[in-house]
């Protein structure tokens, strides 16, 4: 399972290295395989939200104005650092103004410069929501409102002279003009892909899903993504690391490959061979193999915690009734799924759905209290206080097609139907997040979401997930997969957006953290661990916070002594 995160979430867990090659020193040359299951869902920058994926992109192949250390560890690994802009920005007005000068020398794959004007047409297909739909593009409506009532993105024109004043280009000089205040941007634009350039001459708006166009130190064989195949990067001739100075860009290809079941991807890691010695995975070790990870094979193993947080949403356009919400929450088998998922190694129990490693995390107080285990019992006699036929059908809707997600969502019907609920399982064995995004299928009962922070800020939580203002439209429901829809709950939105300083936000948050779990708008179910194998030959392995915990592949290199 992966979360939707983009950076590192505040975390400070420490990277994880192995091979014989130290960090600035490895081999240059060689081939890094990258084996999956899970499909990508987006390759087109704007669109894309799952934490593994921007950050593949950005190490290979989508240069931003700003970008994040490569193989730093702990805290250092969030500080952003230039990329294609001269230093990391200039504010002014309070945060509202944030100004960046391109550099020269950065070049598309064709050799074309990226420009001022690439960036600028870029961050405006962020209002295109009902053609591109998927991405972080709440954070540029969140902070143009006006603009985003009046403009609808680059296809369509409307209000255009109103974002052309909004984002300006002087030269190579880059400038943004918020109507609110955003001390974060930095932060923002170095964890997401929202703000990279974009040729206008190569959009194709829906069409350019999977089509990859490079200004990185790789580039597609082919220009596209297969979806359910992966692809093949190779050396981009026009990328000029004198440009860059982070990206190592060690090995001379990568080659991704998707469709593999977790079982498979462990057995071919553990055997050791071919060119699996120089492999690796965005996949957690399933249970059934954790008493072959032993001796040699124990030393390619790393276990550390994700900032990903998964829970489960009820369906409010479905599920109306709060007493039958609450029974869900009251019944809900956290030990069995965290069992099921593989105990300590695999999840921790969550009790929020805010990362305890974000400031002004705090326990949910709706939650706190709970049994882990969940109490059916009590549940039931919440279900016929509710008045509705018992049992009661439900469909959860998961991502599923593997034998330890189905073993999870098994144990959570099993608690659910122990209560008075008449569980369907609805597993998605394909992509995920594109389904449930989509209204017309919306025909669960309750899904579940994983989320991590953005950035170190529980502004990056709460409102990207249930504010209904920025994440509901006619295609889409955004990053709010229950269809959340509370006035009340955005008022506190507003309250901690003009809070005056970060203690007073961070109460504020707490507040609509509550708030949320008193209405039971989200389940919070577990903390993912990463419990990954890598291959014998692969040099330079690193985990660490500005990826999220995967791979970092600006620093990986291949092991060829």
């Known amino acids: ?124 297909r962020n209002f295109a929501t009902d053609v591109l739909t998927g991405g972080p593009s709440i954070y540029p409506l ?31 000089v880059l400038t943004f003009n918020f109507e609110k205040p955003w001390a974060d941007f930095p932060m923002a634009i170095a964890g997401l892909n929202f703000a990279a350039p974009f040729r206008q001459d190569k959009d194709q708006g829906d069409k350019n899903n999977f089509v990859i166009f490079s200004n990185g130190p790789y580039k597609a064989e082919g220009g596209k993504w297969t979806k359910g195949s992966g692809a093949t990067f190779v050396r981009n001739d026009q990328y000029d690391p004198k440009t860059d100075g982070n990206r190592q860009a ?59 947080t998964f829970y489960i949403l009820p369906n409010f356009n479905k599920m109306k009734n709060l007493k039958v919400r609450q029974a869900l929450a009251l019944s809900t088998d956290h030990t069995g799924y965290i069992n099921a998922l593989g105990g300590a190694k695999a999840a921790t129990l969550a009790k929020s759905l805010v990362a305890p490693d974000l400031p002004g995390y705090k326990e949910n107080p709706a939650f706190a209290s709970m049994n882990p285990a969940g109490d059916p019992v009590a549940a039931k006699k919440l279900l016929q206080e509710a008045g509705v036929p018992m049992p009661y059908p439900i469909t959860y809707t998961y991502q599923g097609g593997t034998p330890t ?4 969502a098994a144990a959570l019907k099993s608690g659910w139907d122990k209560a008075g609920f008449n569980v369907k399982l609805a597993p998605l064995t394909d992509t995920y997040y594109d389904v449930i995004q989509n209204p017309s299928n919306n025909s669960f009962d309750v899904t579940e979401g994983g989320w991590g922070a953005d ?25 709010d997969y229950g269809n959340y829809k509370n006035p009340d709950a955005e008022k506190i939105m507003d309250e901690a957006a003009a809070a005056p300083n970060a203690d007073a936000a961070n109460a504020k948050w707490q507040e609509l953290d509550a708030f949320l779990g008193k209405d039971v708008a989200y389940i919070p179910n577990y903390i993912q661990n990463f419990y990954f194998l890598h291959g014998s030959g692969v040099g330079n392995y690193n985990q660490n916070p500005a990826v999220s915990q995967f791979p970092d592949l600006g620093v990986i290199s291949v092991n060829k002594s």
């Open 1 to 124: 399972m992966l979360g939707v995160s983009a950076c590192g979430g505040g975390g400070t867990t420490g990277s994880t290295a192995s091979g014989s090659n130290a960090a600035g020193g490895a081999q240059k040359g060689g081939t890094i395989y990258m084996l999956t299951k899970r499909p990508a869902e987006h390759m087109d920058p704007q669109r894309t939200y799952i934490g593994r994926d921007i950050f593949n992109q950005q190490r290979l192949v989508y240069r931003g104005l700003l970008q994040f250390p490569a193989g730093k560890s702990g805290a250092d690994a969030i500080v952003p650092i230039p990329d294609v802009a001269t230093d990391t920005g200039k504010s002014e007005d309070g945060g509202k103004k944030w100004t960046f000068t391109i550099k020269d020398g950065v070049k598309w794959e064709d050799g074309k410069p990226t420009t001022c004007e690439d960036f600028k047409y870029g961050f405006s």
């Open 250 to 308: 060690n090995p001379d290809k990568f080659v991704f490959t998707e469709g593999l079941t977790n079982e498979i991807i462990t057995q071919r890691l553990i055997a050791d061979g071919g060119n699996d010695k120089y492999a690796i995975t965005d996949r957690s070790i399933p249970p059934a193999f954790y008493n072959q990870i032993t001796g040699d094979v124990a030393k390619r193993a790393t276990n550390v915690p994700s900032p990903y």
């Open 405 to 408: 997600s189905d073993n999870a």
């Open 455 to 479: 950035y170190p800020s529980i502004f990056t939580v709460l409102p990207a997930l249930f504010d209904s203002r920025i994440n509901l439209t006619g295609k889409s429901n955004g990053q």
């Open 142 to 172: 969140n902070f143009l409102p006006t603009v985003a009532k009046a403009y609808k993105g680059p296809y369509l024109k409307t209000g255009q002279e109103v974002y052309d004043k909004a984002v300006t280009c002087n030269g190579n």
